[in-house]
């Protein structure tokens, strides 16, 4: 499977990330460089008071609508990637990490698989079908985002969960992965966070 990685500019990462064609977006470059191999830098580089290396094809003008992240995953996307790990995603402005969720949501619409690694989680949307592997003892929890969820089918959790996630809720905060794999199914998007603090 062809994976992108993207690198953003919020709280560095401090784990080992995954390989795959690197996209490293503005500041993200500081605590990037020298830990893994860039292939590609972008953004408007205005948390940089130099040009990263490899120097980027383009340097986008501060004052445009979309984050540099975005800019990444519509790079991504259309480079024809079909799974991509976003880094550096967490911390920082929470502005910015809300807007990051959103990127996962908006490569769930287009058919790619995105997962947020931060120091603390692992976070993907997901929509019908879902498994849960490698999350036994996990705390995990799931958001409806953009709207209610409705459950259809579920297995492997603490606690059950319910027939809707109503938006504006936070019942599905806090729940244990109790098989490996845990399922369900859903109408409706789903936000996914893993806990993995401390591995």
Not at 42 to 47: E, R, V
Not at 52 to 58: A, H, Q
Request: aromatic share 12%.
């Amino acid at each position: 499977m062809k994976r992108a990685v993207i690198l953003l500019n919020g709280e560095p990462y401090r784990g080992r990330m995954r390989e795959g064609y690197v996209y490293c977006c503005d500041g993200a470059y500081e605590w990037a460089k020298g830990r893994i191999k860039i292939d590609e830098t972008l953004g408007d580089f205005d948390s940089l008071s130099y040009l990263p290396d490899p120097p980027p094809r383009e340097v986008f003008p501060s004052e445009k609508n979309d984050t540099d992240g975005e800019l990444a995953l519509r790079r991504a996307v259309a480079a024809g990637f079909e799974e991509i790990v976003i880094y550096g995603g967490g911390g920082g402005r929470e502005d910015h990490f809300l807007g990051n969720l959103h990127l996962l949501y908006a490569a769930l619409k287009r058919g790619v698989r995105a997962e947020m690694v931060t120091n603390h989680a692992r976070i993907f949307a997901a929509e019908g079908e879902t498994s849960l592997r490698g999350a036994l003892g996990h705390t995990v929890s799931l958001v409806p985002f953009g709207g209610p969820a409705h459950i259809l089918e579920s297995r492997g959790f603490y606690y059950p969960l319910p027939e809707t996630f109503v938006y504006g809720s936070t019942l599905g905060i806090s729940n244990v992965v109790t098989e490996d794999p845990a399922f369900f199914s859903s109408r409706g998007t789903v936000l996914v966070f893993i806990d993995h603090q401390g591995e």
